[in-house]
T-cell receptor
């Protein structure tokens, strides 16, 4: 699986959009980008995934660059409950496989 | 649809005892994964099981750790002769049959070895 690089921490004001970057310059053509988050002491929570097109769901938007070497997770209106560690993971889609978690980005939403 | 259930949520064991952690996947999910999170560290994959089969145990310590997912009942992660270094949060995740991407995690079992 491709390696990912994320900033260790970020801050965002409540109500603003939180933009979390992820670099995955060695991504292969058949690898998807996944985002999970872990709110303090809880189990990780799936957020969104994508291959090459931008994706949006009720939680977030995922913007993947045209060369697929980086992506950005956008939380459009961050709330205090979005404070968590966010993990960007890249892996192939075939079959059910393990997730390889890096250190992630610790996002703090400030009132 | 109930989520992934893990029990116990907290488990205290003395060194040398056995720890049994249980995971009930979401209804209809036949793939179970176990992950471990040591204090102040990231999540590490341990083992991936389907019903009655271990598919990938590349993250399991070679000794004292075992896992099963029987035809009936929950998946069990078993740690024999626990040591203080086994103290961690153990998370179970499940996913539906291949074709879906996301894994759904349980609340975890926090194991403390005294």
């Amino acid at each position: 699986d491709a390696k990912t690089t994320q900033p260790p921490s970020m801050d965002c004001a409540e109500g603003r959009a939180a933009n979390l970057p992820c670099n995955h310059s060695t991504i292969s053509g058949n690898e998807y980008v996944y985002w999970y988050r872990q709110i303090h002491s809880q189990g990780p929570q799936y957020i969104i995934h994508g291959l090459k097109n931008n994706e949006t769901n009720e939680m977030a938007s995922l913007i993947i660059t045209e060369d697929r070497k980086s992506s950005t997770l956008i939380l459009p209106h961050a709330t205090l409950r979005d404070t968590a560690v966010y993990y960007c993971i890249v892996r192939v889609s075939q079959g059910a496989q393990k997730l390889v978690f890096g250190q992630g980005t610790r996002l703090t939403i400030n009132p | 649809n109930a989520g992934v259930m893990q029990n116990p949520r907290h488990l205290v064991r003395r060194r040398g005892q056995e720890a049994r952690l249980r995971c009930s996947p979401m209804k209809g999910h036949s793939h179970v994964y176990w992950y471990r999170q040591l204090p102040e560290e990231g999540l590490k994959f341990m083992v991936y099981l389907q019903k009655e089969n271990i598919i990938d145990e590349s993250g399991m310590p070679k000794e004292r750790f075992s896992a099963e997912f029987p035809k009936e009942g929950p998946s069990i992660l078993r740690i024999q002769q626990v040591v203080r270094g086994d103290s961690a949060a153990y998370f179970c995740a499940s996913s539906p049959d291949p074709g879906r991407f996301e894994q759904y995690f349980g609340p975890g079992t926090r194991l403390t070895v005294t």
